[in-house]
C-alpha cells in the first residue's frame, strides 16, 4: 500500500456473476461468510481458481465487511463480481465523509492491520462515495 493511504477511485466496471447481500449488523457477516465459502466450493468455480485465492477473497471480504460494520453507518451492502480471471468485492455503507484509514504506527496487537492485508491480497483497490454512500472495493 504506497503511502499507507487508501486511493480514491471510482469503482471498476467489471463482467460476471453477481453475488450481493444486505448485512444490517455484525452478525449477518458470518452468515454471508458461510455463504461466499459455499458458493467458491462450487465445482466450476473452484475448478477456476486456487484455494489461496479463494481464502484471499473470504479474508478480504472478512476485513471490509467488519470496517464497514464497525466505521461506517447506515446499512451495509456487499457485492461480489466473480469474473472468469478473478473476484471484485465491494462493501458500501452510510458514511460517505469517512474514508478508509489504514492504521500507521500502530503496534498489531492493536489491530488496524485489515487494510494494509487487502492490499497485499489484491491487484487493485479504492474507495470513492456518493450522496450518503461510501464504497469500498477491491479486486
Known amino acids: 500500500m504506497s503511502g499507507l493511504v487508501w486511493p480514491s477511485a471510482p469503482v471498476p466496471t467489471e463482467d460476471g456473476d453477481v453475488w450481493r447481500w444486505e448485512l444490517p449488523t455484525v452478525h449477518d457477516a458470518s452468515r454471508v461468510r458461510m455463504d461466499l465459502r459455499a458458493r467458491l466450493a462450487h465445482p466450476s468455480l473452484a475448478a477456476r481458481s486456487t484455494e489461496d485465492a479463494r481464502e484471499g477473497l473470504l479474508l478480504t471480504f472478512e476485513e ?3 470496517n464497514a460494520l464497525r466505521h461506517g453507518g447506515g446499512a451495509v451492502e456487499a457485492l461480489i463480481v466473480a469474473m472468469p480471471t ?3 468485492i465491494r462493501l458500501t455503507d452510510g458514511s460517505p465523509d469517512a474514508p478508509p484509514r489504514p492504521a ?5 496487537a492493536f489491530g488496524g492491520m485489515g487494510l494494509p492485508m487487502v492490499a497485499q491480497l489484491s491487484v487493485d483497490y479504492g474507495w470513492c462515495s456518493e450522496p450518503g454512500r461510501k464504497h469500498v472495493w477491491a479486486g
Open 64 to 66: 471490509l465487511s467488519s
Open 86 to 88: 478473478g473476484w471484485l
Open 104 to 108: 500507521i504506527d500502530r503496534d498489531p
